[in-house]
């Protein structure tokens, strides 16, 4: 028979269980951003339902509402619509962290896996092999990919009044920390200018970059479309947390806040001098081999400076790659195995 203290002991046990599993989980579902009604300032969990998977359950991605004392206006962020570029995430969290919400104005809405489904299976593209941010505006009763790309258009975007999508290079490349964005645009350039990145590159995100069709645009694209100021910014190397580039990004989405009068503070200017690209694209391989790429990140080089050599199956050097002209390397490939096609570098142009 057992004894009381036993009794007692299983009592707590499962008490404590009930707790745990009671904080974990529970964080409401929404079926729209434009459903957070909050009046106190704090900081709110929400799962938004973004469609149901084949035993009926929600599809849901992780809403995180940082609300402020007074009004003002919603600063988005978005991260990983890319299932394998994280580093957005860890920026978000820390954010959550260390901000005092008693002293925002306005809030933040951050969404810290836009692309759930496919960062629990460490894959950049969607469930059907679609690139999601290839696929905007979607489609209401499209494919998968174009479903989901339109409930981001019709049930996330339009909470935002100014808006950060964060990426990382994807498998197989490293990047640099860069911002892209219509820098013809006063907003956008100075948002751009508020990340400390390495790099500005100028690009209004539209199809010509790896469209899929003429039809269809980014989700930077498309909110600028909507009138809500986007950037992009890419913060370094894909499937890692990358603690210096999580702390520079961090900084950068304080800053925005303080630029945005949202917080209160000066902006934290960064210690070296950003670079701006008018324009950039990659070089690619002529030939199938083993990629040896010679130049580094952030690298600034000069038109016919020598850029990687690419060598045969018994070791003989086969190409050898050159700058066709003067620019910055802002990512470049790490995968030394390389059919024809093979990414080498991507290069910026300053002038
Ligand atoms: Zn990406």
Known sequence: MKNITQVLNQILVIAILIIVIDCGAQAPEILNLSDVQIKKSGVYNYWLKMGSNTYGKSNSIPVIVIQGDTPGPTLGLTAAIHGNELNGIPIIHQLVESINYSKLKGRVIAIPGLNAISIQNDRRRFIDEEDLNRNFPGKEKGNRSQQYAYKIKERVLPSFD????????????????????????????????????????????????????????????????????????????????????????????????KWLKMYPGEIEQSTF???????????????????????????????????????????????????????????????????????????????
């Not at 508020?194 to 899929?212: E, H, R, Y």
């Not at 600028?224 to 986007?230: A, D, I, R, S």
């Not at 950003?274 to 694209?281: I, N, P, Q, R």
Request: aromatic share 8%; glycine share 10%; proline share 3%.
């Open 273 to 351: 001098e950003t670079s701006h690209c008018k324009k950039s694209y990659w070089i690619y391989m002529n030939e199938g081999g083993f990629l040896e790429v010679l130049v580094d990140l952030n690298q600034h080089i000069n038109s016919g400076s020598k850029i990687a050599v690419v060598k045969d199956a018994f070791g003989t050097i086969i190409n050898e790659y050159f700058a066709p002209e003067d620019g910055i390397v802002i990512g470049k490939s790490t995968n030394p195995t390389n059919m024809s096609g093979g990414r080498i570098i991507h290069l910026g142009i300053m002038k």
């Open 162 to 257: 100014f808006m950060i999508d964060m990426h990382t290079a994807s498998f197989g490349r490293v990047n640099t920390m860069y911002a892209r964005a219509d820098v013809s645009n006063d907003t956008l350039r100075k948002l751009a200018k508020l990340q400390g990145a390495d790099i500005i590159l100028n690009s209004k995100g539209m199809p010509s970059f790896g469209g899929v069709s003429k039809s269809t645009r980014t989700m930077r694209a498309e909110a600028v479309l909507q009138g809500t100021p986007c950037i992009t910014v890419e913060y370094g190397n894909p499937q890692v947390f990358q603690n210096n580039i999580i702390s520079r990004g961090l900084k950068g989405i304080y800053n925005t806040l």
